[in-house]
């Protein structure tokens, strides 16, 4: 007997979403658990831009663990918390658009970082500094925990844990297409690209002048350079992704009171749950891009596997217990 079209399709969004969330969340944490190690070494560490991207690698891992893992747990093991208890539903909201909206500016700093600190006016690359990026991190978490507080204020749990539908979910889809999409997405475009003309007009200077000082210059705008080119490649993909993500959210949410089929309902929960994979899939990316678009970035992953490489040989070596030779 064939089953129906809306049978298979619930069944077909079922499998989409676990098999998803159990390959992305393993792969997208263990991704930033390598761009915090990579952006801490010795190479990258003193670099605010390299920080700004540690911080968002610190961000897409709570939301891995934290939104996938409670996800996963609700859909697939019976977990029902989140469309019983209010707070809980209310709370994981909040986090969930707060850490979001704060991890994206973090990659739009980073890219505003590239270009003061590629800048021709001195005063502008003074902005790129460590104990800056520190300040200024601080301050974008304020302002995106403030930003965020509609959230907590206006989710509740019913059919899951959703806007509450009217007003609330039209202004809710336009914060997620303009804050968290859009606007940051364009801003980080063309400050990379900005960057790249900074760059240019640096080497000409550069061109007709072979000084120990200049050589140290081109060295370092060629690590400023594959800095710009893993941010403009990060986001080239996220905006790609974005709008995917927030066209199944803002269809989901602005359509949530219009009376439908109950092929159309199966429908519409496919469409949020793609937008889940994508969501998901934004914050598992960042360490395989990295290492697709940058040289400088395979490099010191490369020089910390073989340090740990050999940091085991070491210590394989020091506990090593030789064979007793027996002498007949």
């Known amino acids: 007997m064939n089953s129906s079209p809306k049978v298979n399709l619930a069944l077909a969004t079922n499998w989409m979403s676990t098999i998803s969330l159990f390959i992305l969340i393993p792969v997208g944490s263990f991704g930033c658990l390598f761009n915090i190690i990579i952006f801490t070494s010795k190479q990258l560490k003193k670099n605010p831009c390299a920080f700004y991207f540690l911080c968002t690698s610190l961000l897409e891992l709570c939301i891995l663990c934290f939104g996938g893992i409670s996800r996963l747990a609700t859909e697939h093991f019976g977990n029902t918390l989140i469309s019983q208890n209010r707070m809980y539903c209310k709370i994981r909201s909040y986090l969930m658009t707060a850490i979001g909206t704060i991890a994206v500016y ?26 800056i990026a520190h300040r200024i991190v601080i301050v974008t978490i304020i302002i995106g925990i403030v930003i965020s507080i509609h959230s907590f204020i206006f989710f509740e749990p019913q059919l899951g844990c959703i806007p509450q539908p009217g007003v609330y979910a039209l202004f809710y889809s336009i ?37 120990i000082n200049a050589l140290h210059q081109q060295r370092m705008q060629k690590t400023e350079s594959q800095l710009v080119k893993m941010m403009l490649t990060l986001a ?74 050999h940091k085991l040989l070491r210590l394989f070596s020091k506990n090593n217990i030789h064979p007793i030779t027996i002498i007949q």
């Open 175 to 211: 914060y997620l297409i303009v804050c968290t999409s859009i606007l940051p997405d364009s801003l980080i475009l063309i400050f990379s690209l900005l960057t790249f003309q900074n760059i240019r007009r640096a080497r000409l200077r550069n061109a007709a002048n072979q000084t």
């Open 236 to 309: 080239l993909f996220s905006i790609l992704i974005d709008l995917t993500k927030v066209s199944c959210y803002t269809y989901y949410f602005m359509t949530t009171n219009i009376p439908k089929s109950s092929y159309q309902q199966t429908v519409d929960v496919f469409i949020f749950q793609f937008g889940n994979v994508f969501l998901y899939l934004n914050y598992s990316k960042s360490f395989y891009i990295y290492t697709l678009a940058s040289n400088l970035f395979r490099k010191v992953f490369s020089e910390i596997i073989q340090n740990f490489y």
């Open 106 to 131: 973090f990659v739009l700093l980073a890219a505003i970082d590239r270009c003061m600190a590629t800048s021709i006016h001195v005063r502008y690359r003074a902005f790129s500094q460590i104990k």
